[in-house]
C-alpha cells in the first residue's frame, strides 16, 4: 500500500544547515576518529611487539611476530567489527539507532583500555589476553557503522545529506593521524628518557623494560575523545523515521524533531499502521525485487574496496622497510624503529588519506555518489598499476620519491571515492526499517574483505625466493601490487550498479511512498 511522506520527515527534507546538523556530526564523527584510531593503531606498534616478546638475543636479527600472531593481532579486531556489524546493524532497526547507540561507545571504551592492560609479561598471556579484548574491541567498533551512518543520514536534510555522511565518515582520516601522532610523540618521549643502544651493539638493551609501556600508552589513549563524547551521545534523541516509521509514534518523532530544528511542525493524525506502511522483510520477494540489486552493490563494491584499502593500510610499515624509507632494524633500537614507522604513516595521513575524506565532504552533493565511487576505482586501478609495472624500479635508492607519491595518490583516491561513498549509499537507499540492516551487512561483507585483505597481502607479498621467516613463498610484492589493481577494476564494475542518490529524500530512494502495484503515493 502507498503511503504518503509525512510532514515531519518533509520537514526534515528541507531543513536549513543549522547548529544541530553540525553537533551530530561531531557526536557521530568522534565515534569514527575512536573507530579508525582503535582499528589503525595495531599497525604501528606490531613491529615494537615482535621486539618486546619474540627477540631471541642468540640470533642475529631483532624478534618478530609469528606469522599465525601477527595474522591474529592485526586481524582479530576485523572479525569482531564484521560480527558487530551484523549485529548491531539488526540491532539497531529491532531496538532503536539511539537505544544501542551508547552500549557501542562503552564496550569501545572499556576494552580500548583491556587491550592495554594485557596481562604479563610473556609473550602467550600477553597475546592471548590482547586478541581476546582487541576481538570485543572490534566488536562494538562494527556496531558504530550502521548506527552511524543510519543516524546522520536520518537527522539531515536531503540537499546536504551527503555531505554530512561523508564529513562523520572523514573523522576516520583524522583518527588514523590521531594515532601516528600520538605514537610520534610517546616514542620520542620514552626515546629521550630512557636512551637505548641500536640492535647490532646490544640486543637486549636495545629494547629496553619501559617498552612495554609504550605500545600499550597508545593502544589505551583512544579511548578519551570516546568517552567524552558519551553524555552528548545519550542526549540525542531518536531519529524521525525510526520513531515515525518504525515505532509507529509520530506524535513523539513530531516533538523531538520540532525541538531539534527550533521549528513548530504540524502534527498528523496517523495512527501507527499507516506510519509503518510496508511490512516485508529482508528475505522477501518484494525486497529482492526493490533492493535485491542495490544489496549486490553495496556489498559487492565495498567488499572488493576494503580487500585492497586494508592490505594497503595495515601493512605500509612492510611497503616502507622494502623501499628502504624505514631503515633496517637491526640498525636501530625498538622505540626509533616505531618512531620512524608511525613517522612514514603520519606523512601518507596527511598527504593522501585525510585530503581525500575532505575532498569527498565538499563534492559528495555536487558531483554525485556514483561519480566519485566511479572516478576513486579507476583511479586506484591506474596507480596501482603505476606502482607495479615499473616496481623493480621505483624501489631502487633515489627513486622512493616516486613510489611514496603514487602510493599516496592512491589512498587519495580511495578516501576522494569508494572508501567513503560505500558507507554514504547504504545509509540512503534501502528502507528505514531495514535500512540499520542492510548497512550493517555491507559493512560486514566489506570487513570480510579487509579480513581477506590483510592475511592475503601479508601472506601473498612474501618473496618467492627468499620469504621472511615463518611464512611460505608468496607471489611477490610487485605481483601482489598486480593483485589489488584487478581488485580495484573489480569494484569499478561493480559501481556500475549503485544507483545515484543525490538530492533526493531517504522515502524516495527507499521507496517507501510507492505500493507494491508500483504507483507512488
Given amino acids: 500500500m502507498a503511503t504518503e511522506q509525512l510532514n515531519v520527515l518533509k520537514a526534515l527534507d528541507v531543513a536549513k544547515t543549522q547548529l544541530y546538523h553540525f553537533k551530530a556530526v561531531v557526536i ?69 539507532r539511539k537505544s544501542v547507540y551508547g552500549f557501542t561507545l562503552i564496550l569501545m571504551v572499556l576494552c580500548s583500555i583491556a587491550s592495554g592492560l594485557s596481562f604479563g609479561h610473556e609473550a602467550k598471556g600477553v597475546m592471548g589476553t590482547l586478541c581476546f579484548f582487541r576481538f ?46 600520538v605514537t610520534i610523540i610517546v ?48 542526549k540525542m534523541p531518536e531519529t524521525a523515521r525510526y520513531t515515525a516509521l518504525i515505532a509507529g509514534n509520530t506524535k513523539q518523532a513530531t516533538s523531538d524533531m520540532s525541538k531539534v530544528l527550533n521549528k513548530e511542525i504540524s502534527e498528523e493524525n496517523v495512527q501507527g499502521e499507516r506510519a509503518t506502511g510496508d511490512t516485508w522483510g529482508l528475505f522477501s520477494r518484494q525486497f529482492m525485487k526493490r533492493h535485491g540489486v542495490h544489496l549486490l552493490a553495496t556489498t559487492s563494491t565495498w567488499f572488493l574496496l576494503d580487500v585492497a584499502f586494508y592490505s594497503q593500510n595495515l601493512f605500509q610499515k612492510d611497503i616502507f622497510t622494502k623501499i628502504g624509507w624505514i631503515p633496517p632494524a637491526k640498525t636501530m633500537n625498538a622505540l626509533e624503529e616505531l618512531y620512524r614507522i608511525a613517522r612514514a604513516q603520519a606523512l601518507i595521513a596527511l598527504c593522501g588519506t585525510v585530503p581525500g575524506y575532505w575532498f569527498t565532504v565538499a563534492f559528495i552533493d555536487i558531483i554525485g555518489r556514483f561519480w566519485i565511487q566511479l572516478m576513486g576505482f579507476t583511479m586506484m586501478t591506474i596507480f596501482m598499476l603505476a606502482i607495479a609495472i615499473p616496481y623493480d624500479y621505483l624501489v631502487k635508492p633515489g627513486h622512493h ?29 534501502f528502507p528505514a526499517r531495514l535500512r540499520s540492516t542492510c548497512h550493517g551487512i555491507s559493512a560486514a561483507t566489506g570487513k570480510a574483505g579487509a579480513i581477506i585483505g590483510a592475511f592475503g597481502f601479508l601472506y601473498a607479498s612474501q618473496d618467492q625466493k627468499k620469504p621472511e621467516t615463518g611464512y611460505s613463498r608468496g607471489i611477490g610484492m ?9 581488485t580495484n577494476f573489480l569494484g569499478l564494475l ?3 550498479l549503485v544507483p545515484e542518490s543525490k538530492g533526493k529524500s531517504l522515502e524516495e530512494l527507499s521507496k517507501e511512498n510507492v505500493g507494491d502495484d508500483g504507483i507512488e503515493a
Fill in 28 to 96: 557521530a564523527g568522534m565515534g569514527f576518529f575512536t573507530d579508525a584510531y582503535d582499528l589503525f593503531c595495531i599497525a604501528l606498534v606490531t613491529k615494537l611487539l615482535g621486539r618486546i616478546y619474540y627477540t631471541d638475543p642468540a640470533l642475529n636479527e631483532p624478534g618478530h611476530l609469528p606469522a599465525n600472531v601477527s595474522a591474529a593481532v592485526n586481524g582479530v579486531a576485523l572479525c569482531g567489527t564484521l560480527a558487530g556489524q551484523l549485529f548491531f546493524g539488526w540491532l539497531g532497526d529491532k531496538l532503536g
Fill in 136 to 181: 570485543w574491541l572490534g566488536f562494538g567498533v562494527g556496531g558504530d557503522y550502521p548506527l552511524s551512518a543510519t543516524i546522520m543520514s536520518e537527522y539531515a536534510n536531503k540537499k546536504t545529506r551527503g555531505t554530512f555522511i561523508a564529513a562523520v565518515f572523514a573523522m576516520q582520516g583524522f583518527g588514523i593521524l590521531f594515532g601516528t601522532i
Fill in 187 to 234: 616514542s620520542s618521549a620514552f626515546r629521550h628518557a630512557f636512551p637505548a643502544p641500536p640492535f647490532y651493539i646490544d640486543a637486549a638493551a636495545s629494547i629496553g623494560p619501559e617498552a612495554d609501556y609504550v605500545w600499550r600508552i597508545i593502544v589505551m589513549f583512544g579511548t578519551i575523545p570516546a568517552a567524552l563524547t558519551y553524555y552528548w551521545r545519550m
Fill in 401 to 429: 620519491t616516486g613510489f611514496v607519491v603514487l602510493y599516496g595518490l592512491t589512498f587519495f583516491f580511495a578516501n576522494f571515492g569508494p572508501n567513503s561513498t560505500t558507507f554514504i549509499v547504504p545509509a540512503e537507499i
Fill in 478 to 486: 610487485r605481483n601482489a601490487l598486480f593483485v589489488l589493481a584487478g
Fill in 494 to 496: 561493480f559501481s556500475l
